[in-house]
């Protein structure tokens, strides 16, 4: 096994915790952490996993690639945190939470015969 396969496994290994996470965690920071730890977990793929003539070579279309995936990921970082903000001003809670109606009936439909 090179240190190429071990970097392609550890961005599989990191983009899988960070997918857990999104799934279990509650939190909206954790889910936009997890977000980005996703990201960073295919940043490692992309950048050992292409095919190489040499192997002491890089390749500089995937470095690109992931440099402008890093800057994108700072830009889509930052969005998300600004709406969880908003979230957390409009709800007052850091979670999303889903509201069921169960006690609150129609005023308008007729009332039943007892």
């Known amino acids: 096994m090179t240190s ?3 970097y392609t496994w550890a961005g599989v290994a990191v983009f899988l915790l960070a997918l857990h996470a999104v ?3 509650a ?3 954790w889910k936009v952490l997890a977000i980005n730890l996703m990201g960073t977990g295919v940043f490692l793929v992309l950048l050992a996993a292409p095919a190489r003539r040499d192997p002491l070579m890089a390749d500089p279309l995937p470095q690109g690639m ?3 995936g890093i800057v ?3 830009a889509a970082t930052a969005l998300a945190l600004g709406m969880a903000l908003r979230v957390v001003a409009r709800t007052g809670s850091p979670f999303l939470t889903v509201e069921t109606e169960t006690a609150d009936p129609d005023p ?3 009332e039943a015969p007892s």
Do not use: E, G, K, Q
Request: hydrophobic share 60%.
């Open 4 to 6: 190429l396969d071990l």
């Open 27 to 29: 939190h909206l920071i």
């Open 72 to 74: 994108v990921a700072v």
């Open 23 to 25: 799934v279990t965690r």
């Open 108 to 110: 308008d439909a007729p």
């Open 66 to 68: 992931v440099l402008t």
